[in-house]
Structure formats: structure tokens, C-alpha cells
């Protein structure tokens, strides 16, 4: 099993930047990709961006691309999601995700909660 705990989420305001952290721990070896889904209230579950093991590939949704990054140290088994530009329609809860697939669904964290005032 992989065990996922986020930080870093809050509340801002528009414009404003968060960068959100995820520690693995466990089984991190049968973990190949990781990544960040968001769920706002009434809406479903989306994804937001992907990484692999190595770093030099990633993924981004259309919504946040040019304005999120991801990235990962292996060392600390940490995957960053650095989101600038951050606008009212961010608000969600932010899950960090792992495991073998693209993008990763396997094992989820529990959320931390980024909401984005106006």
C-alpha cells in the first residue's frame, strides 16, 4: 500500500499563488506516476496534472496549463503542485494521486481544500 498525505492548501485571493506538497510513504517503489485531481462543490472529480517517475514528462489539464506546475523529489518522495494565477473557479479540493497508470488513480490522498476569493 501507499499512504499519501497533502499540505499546503488555503485561502487566497485571485491572482495570488499556492503551492500544494504530497509525501508518499509505503510501497513507493510500485509507484511509476503521480498527479493531482480536484473536485468542486457540485461538479465531478477532474483531473489536473500528471507526472512520472523521472520528472521529464507531465500532463496538464487545458484549464490550468500555463498557469500550474508540477513537479517531484524522488529523495522525499514529494510531488509539488505550484498553481500561480489562481482564480475563483480553482476552488476545490485538491487530491494527490499515485500508482502505476496515466494519469495515476490507483491510491488517493485524503484532500486539503484551496478556495480562491474574488
Known amino acids: 500500500q501507499v499512504q499519501l498525505v497533502e499540505s499546503g492548501g488555503g485561502l487566497v485571493q485571485a491572482g495570488d499563488s499556492l503551492r500544494l506538497s504530497c509525501a508518499a510513504s509505503?510501497?513507493?517503489?510500485?509507484?511509476?506516476?503521480m498527479g493531482w485531481f480536484r473536485q468542486a462543490p457540485g461538479k465531478e472529480r477532474e483531473f489536473v496534472a500528471a507526472?512520472?517517475?523521472?520528472?521529464?514528462?507531465?500532463d496538464y489539464a487545458d484549464s490550468v496549463k500555463d498557469r500550474f506546475t508540477i513537479s517531484r523529489d524522488n529523495a522525499k518522495n514529494t510531488v509539488y503542485l505550484k498553481m500561480n494565477s489562481l482564480k475563483p473557479e480553482d476552488t476545490a479540493v485538491y487530491y494527490c494521486?499515485?500508482?502505476?497508470?496515466?494519469?495515476?488513480?490507483?491510491?488517493w490522498g485524503q484532500g486539503t481544500q484551496v478556495t480562491v476569493s474574488s
Open positions: 494521486t499515485a500508482g502505476g497508470s496515466w494519469p495515476p488513480d490507483k491510491y
Open positions: 509505503g510501497r513507493t517503489r510500485s509507484i511509476y506516476s
Open positions: 507526472i512520472n517517475w523521472s520528472g521529464d514528462s507531465s
